[in-house]
Nanobody, 126 residues
């Protein structure tokens, strides 16, 4: 059974930074594409970033490239999301998600992802 556990969320002032982590177990992590999504209160789940199984390619949602950086350490079965220059609009629960296919292409749609963590809350105060 694949499990994903996020951590690193918290309260930060606008302009600040956070580093989110997601530890995976129950699978060969290095074979799967993984994404970050977020969901703000009253809004739909939104694509944040994706990274290919080897980590060689990354993709970002609108307005996030340049402020957010996705990375992975396959030796540690861990996915990261560095959040910089945070804005109040970034307040949301951040989820990591894994594609169950081996070496599948990256996707931005939540419905395509097979495994989800429970999320970590990021609150950005103005």
């Amino acid at each position: 059974q694949v499990q994903l556990v996020e951590s690193g969320g918290g309260l930060v002032q606008a302009g600040g930074s956070l580093r989110l982590s997601c530890v995976a177990s129950g699978t060969t992590f290095s074979l799967h594409g993984v994404n970050w999504f977020r969901q703000a209160p009253g809004k739909e789940r939104e694509f944040v970033a994706a990274i290919t199984p080897s980590g060689s390619h990354t993709f970002y949602g609108h307005s996030m490239e340049g402020r957010f950086t996705i990375s992975r350490d396959n030796a540690k079965n861990t996915l990261y999301l560095q959040l910089n220059s945070l804005e109040p609009e970034d307040t949301a629960v951040y989820y990591c998600a894994a594609d169950g296919r081996i070496n599948g292409p990256p996707h931005i749609l939540p419905d395509v992802m097979d495994y989800w963590g429970k999320g970590t809350l990021v609150i950005v105060s103005s």
